[in-house]
Nanobody
Framework: QVQLVESGGGLVQAGGSLRLSCVAS????????MGWYRQAPGKEREFVAH????????SYTNSVKGRFAIQRDNAKNTVYLQMNSLKPEDTAIYYC????????WGQGTQVTVSS
């Protein structure tokens, strides 16, 4: 069974950094486009970042451009999200999935940014 496991979240002060990881098990994702999404309390889940299968192209939602960077290591079946200059409005549960989304959501990883 395909499973996505996110990790790396935590509590950080505004201006700090975190690096999230997403490991996919059960199949290889080296040919899949992947993305990070997030869901803040009381809000809908939203797109954050996207990366093509070979990592050549990335895209971001406007609110994180210049602060977040998505990367992948196909040999490890892992996608990363480097988050810098974090803001309180980045507080959310972060998830990864394919783009377009085809898999059951994992449990996500909680990111809390204090002011």
């Amino acid at each position: 069974q395909v499973q996505l496991v996110e990790s790396g979240g935590g509590l950080v002060q505004a201006g700090g950094s975190l690096r999230l990881s997403c490991v996919a098990s059960g199949r290889t994702f080296s040919s899949s486009e992947m993305g990070w999404y997030r869901q803040a309390p009381g809000k809908e889940r939203e797109f954050v970042a996207h990366i093509t299968w070979n990592g050549a192209t990335t895209s971001y939602t406007n609110s994180v451009k210049g602060r977040f960077a998505i990367q992948r290591d196909n040999a490890k079946n892992t996608v990363y999200l480097q988050m810098n200059s974090l803001k309180p409005e980045d507080t959310a549960i972060y998830y990864c999935n394919t783009i377009p989304r085809t898999l059951t959501w994992g449990q996500g990883t909680q990111v809390t940014v204090s002011s």
